[in-house]
């Protein structure tokens, strides 16, 4: 493990720009060039994933995932978040009872992200402070999902937790704000639709 820049810069040399664009065959896939590192196809893309082989993910894109959490802004600069890496079978399936009995939290791969308040060393009241660390883990979650799917992997977040159950199988301390499972998809699912931009957006 090292810093997102060294892990980006590594992954970025001629030798591996390919594993970038990986070219393993996707099942049922009828999306062409599905995966792209392009951020706006990413996005476009993204589909949320229940479904995944049993296969393991490559340590190198795992290592692009945390990488990605780790460049996602934070309040003050002070990453106030971390990631819980489950790859204890058993955690697991702890995990699947304590969010709401969600199966495919027996994904892959289990990332808890949890607020780190102590983390956040700005002058703000208790309740601002905890608001920004659950800003930094959600923030990095999202870094982390969006990586993924650039790296042709699917995931599905889990929002739907008992935090103090999930605390107790992870015996911390740290409120959960939200798991993220990733694998790879055993059907890449076409994007849902979203809404028209002109009832998103109200100018004032
Ligand atoms: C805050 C939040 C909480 C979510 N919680 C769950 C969950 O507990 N279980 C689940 O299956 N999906 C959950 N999802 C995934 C959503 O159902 C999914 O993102 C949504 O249906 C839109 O589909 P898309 O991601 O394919 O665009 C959650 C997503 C978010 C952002």
């Not at 660390?133 to 650039?150: G, I, M, P, W």
């Not at 911390?172 to 639709?193: A, E, R």
């Amino acid at each position: 493990m090292s810093f997102p820049s060294d892990i980006f810069a590594r992954m970025f040399t001629d030798k591996n720009t390919q594993l970038l664009y990986p070219k393993e065959e996707v099942p049922s896939h009828d999306v062409e060039d599905i995966v792209q590192t392009n951020l706006f196809n990413v996005m476009l893309n993204r589909r949320s994933q229940r479904r995944f082989e049993n296969r393991d993910v490559e340590e190198w894109k795992l290592e692009m995932i945390f990488a990605a959490a780790d460049t996602a802004p934070t309040a003050g600069g002070f990453q106030g978040f971390e990631i819980y890496h489950i790859k204890n079978q058993e955690v697991k399936n702890k995990l699947v009872l304590a969010a709401n009995n969600q199966p495919y939290v027996n994904a892959p791969v289990v990332l808890v992200f949890c607020m780190n308040p102590d983390r956040v060393k700005l002058n703000f009241p208790p309740e601002t402070i905890r608001k920004f660390s659950q800003q930094d883990a959600t923030l990095a979650a999202a870094y982390s999902q969006l990586a993924a799917h650039a790296l042709g992997l699917s995931s599905i977040w889990i929002g739907m937790l008992d935090e103090n159950r999930i605390r107790e199988v992870l015996g911390t301390d740290l409120f959960p704000s939200s798991i993220l499972c990733v694998g790879y998809p055993i059907k890449m699912l076409i994007p849902k639709p979203k809404r028209n931009l002109k009832d998103l957006i109200h100018e004032i």
